[in-house]
């Protein structure tokens, strides 16, 4: 997973075990651990790369408390969710007003911020539709990385039948 600036993960730490806290949770060594690696988190991981990159430093972890951590957290508001999209439910450490670019060949999800899309004004009939907890814009495209893939050109698929060479 991509990691973010130091100073930013700290605070999105603090951030959870302070509203875990609040909340009662005990801050088992365990939840620490899935605390850090979600807060660290720039690419809003799905439970199973958490799983993974949780496992490197607490062999002991299981996919099962993975996924009660994610959603205790996600029921007490201290993150979010993304999706469901291809590949399951994504989770996001970062609250802060953002938007999302998200890649249609790979998946990848990154954050931006824009102060004009973050100020958008939502048209009356959203509220017809029920009640607004917020809103943000998802960019959908080809990443910088799969474009270099395509322009690169794609490995040559294996054939069954023979083909002559030009
Ligand atoms: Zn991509
Ligand atoms: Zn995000």
Redesign the pocket.
């Known amino acids: 997973m991509r990691k973010k600036p130091h100073t930013q993960v700290e605070q999105r730490l603090e951030r959870l075990k302070a509203g875990a806290r609040k909340a009662g949770v005990k801050l088992t060594h365990q939840r620490l651990e899935i605390f850090r690696e979600l807060a660290a988190a720039e690419d809003?991981p799905d439970a199973d790369a958490l799983f993974r990159a949780t496992q490197r430093r607490v062999p002991t972890v299981s996919v099962d408390t993975i996924y009660r951590t994610l959603w205790m957290l996600q029921e007490l508001g201290l993150i979010?969710t993304?999706g469901p999209d291809r590949g399951g439910v994504r989770f996001?450490a970062?609250l802060e007003p953002?938007h999302?670019y998200l890649c249609l060949r790979c998946g990848l999800?990154r954050?931006f911020e824009s102060a004009d899309l973050s100020a958008i004004r939502l048209p009356e009939a959203v509220n017809a539709l029920g009640s607004v907890a917020d809103a943000h814009v998802e960019v959908r495209g080809v990443c910088a990385a799969c474009r270099a893939g395509e322009a690169m050109g794609r490995a040559p698929r294996p054939t069954t039948g023979k083909r002559s060479t030009t």
């Open positions: 809003h979010n993304l996001d970062n953002h999302h999800v954050d």
